[in-house]
């Protein structure tokens, strides 16, 4: 199967989906114009997907924001991975938010709840550079 690659722009994130290489990436913001339009040749991709999964799939998801459309979409791919684990697979998320950023915590935990399969919460830190006021 080919991998697909969408490289991230301003409005969208970066999807790295490559089962010969076991990546299953999206990373960065999510604010389409048209969040259908853009996902849907991800989940149509997905759809291929899950029709011969690995026995292994580890979807790694760290979106530093995403609005209402684009969590739709996730969910829409989420249950696509429900399918998988349906066919005893083994699927897990990596949940990847910043620590200070609450809320994505939360919606982390709230599609999880929604699915079949554990999510893994994986916070990290965003250092703010030191700003030395000029005399």
Do not use: C
Not at 3 to 32: C, H, W, Y
Not at 47 to 59: G, I, K, M, R, S
Not at 81 to 108: P, T
Not at 114 to 131: A, E
């Amino acid at each position: 199967m080919e991998p697909l690659r969408i490289q991230a722009t301003v409005k969208t994130p970066e999807i790295l989906f490559d089962p010969a290489n076991n990546v299953f990436e999206i990373k960065g913001k999510s604010i389409p114009d048209n969040a259908e339009e853009f996902y849907m040749e991800v989940l149509n991709w997905f759809d291929d997907y899950v029709a011969n999964p690995l026995d292994e799939t580890v979807l790694k998801i760290d979106l530093e924001y995403f609005n209402i459309s684009s969590s739709k979409r996730l969910l829409f791919l989420l249950y696509k991975l429900n399918e998988i684990a349906d066919s005893d697979k083994v699927v897990k998320v990596q949940w990847h938010y910043n620590e200070a950023d609450e809320d994505m915590f939360e919606v982390g935990q709230d599609y999880a709840f929604m699915v079949k399969f554990p999510f893994d919460f994986i916070s990290y830190s965003i250092s703010q550079p030191n700003l030395v006021e000029a005399s």
